[in-house]
């Protein structure tokens, strides 16, 4: 039967369309007050399905077990590009994995989309703020994906201290002007963010 924590976990694990698009996760308090049995088979629920959702590397991570967090360091390191971000996000207090999650976030601006975990590559590029990963939002900013560049250009401009927030509507006409296929339209809009950053654009231009 179990207990009653252990049912409010297991139906908070059943996601409707309205609680995934609102990014609601599962119920994480009923998860850390399961008793030691009741523990052991979330685990192995949860282990078994470490790479679908961010909500199961949540809940494994919740749990605190030497085997649980090794599921989430193996999605950090092999998963599908979306769970090493969203694993990069939660192991963030680990520095002996900085390597590995600056890998993933790179990874994640060179090819995410916006709904496949772009926006945690974004958000820890811009918090972390680590050369490899800026030097990868200027190339983000060049990338095909228009939606893409124009969140990459935004962030550059924040990070460099030109902008009040991550995406400053005050900026936006410069930012959508990324949103293009012609690539001589967005080098010249990649020209002005530099030199509204202080940057060189040529190392990217030319790369």
């Given at each position: 039967?179990?207990?009653?924590?252990?049912?409010?976990?297991?139906?908070?694990?059943?996601?409707?369309?309205?609680?995934?698009?609102?990014?609601?996760?599962?119920?994480?308090?009923?998860?850390?007050?399961?008793?030691?049995?009741?523990?052991?088979?979330?685990?192995?629920?949860?282990?078994?399905?470490?790479?679908?959702?961010?909500?199961?590397?949540?809940?494994?991570?919740?749990?605190?077990?030497?085997?649980?967090?090794?599921?989430?360091?193996?999605?950090?390191?092999?998963?599908?590009?979306?769970?090493?971000?969203?694993?990069?996000?939660?192991?963030?207090?680990?520095?002996?994995?900085?390597?590995?999650?600056?890998a993933a976030?790179?990874?994640?601006?060179?090819?995410?989309?916006?709904?496949?975990?772009?926006?945690?590559?974004?958000?820890?590029?811009?918090?972390?703020?680590?050369?490899?990963?800026?030097?990868?939002?200027?190339?983000?900013?060049?990338?095909?994906?228009?939606?893409?560049?124009?969140?990459?250009?935004?962030?550059?401009?924040?990070?460099?201290?030109?902008?009040?927030?991550?995406?400053?509507?005050?900026?936006?006409?410069?930012?959508?002007?990324?949103?293009?296929?012609d690539r001589?339209?967005?080098?010249?809009?990649?020209?002005?963010?530099?030199?509204?950053?202080?940057?060189?654009?040529?190392?990217?231009?030319?790369?």
């Amino acid at each position: 039967m179990g207990s009653d924590a252990y049912a409010r976990f297991m139906a908070s694990t059943n996601i409707s369309y309205e609680q995934w698009h609102d990014g609601e996760g599962y119920d994480i308090d009923a998860l850390r007050s399961l008793d030691p049995d009741e523990a052991f088979r979330a685990e192995h629920w949860l282990l078994a399905r470490a790479g679908n959702d961010w909500r199961d590397l949540e809940g494994l991570l919740a749990l605190g077990t030497p085997a649980a967090k090794a599921a989430v360091v193996d999605q950090l390191r092999h998963g599908k590009l979306e769970q090493r971000l969203w694993a990069a996000k939660y192991l963030s207090d680990d520095a002996s994995l900085a390597g590995d999650r600056e890998a993933a976030v790179i990874a994640g601006l060179e090819s995410a989309l916006i709904y496949g975990g772009l926006t945690v590559a974004l958000d820890i590029a811009t918090e972390e703020r680590t050369p490899a990963m800026v030097a990868a939002l200027f190339r983000a900013a060049l990338r095909d994906e228009g939606e893409a560049a124009v969140h990459a250009a935004a962030r550059l401009a924040f990070i460099h201290g030109k902008a009040k927030e991550e995406f400053d509507w005050d900026l936006r006409p410069l930012f959508l002007r990324f949103n293009t296929q012609d690539r001589a339209e967005r080098a010249a809009a990649f020209r002005d963010l530099c030199t509204l950053c202080n940057v060189d654009p040529t190392p990217y231009l030319q790369a």
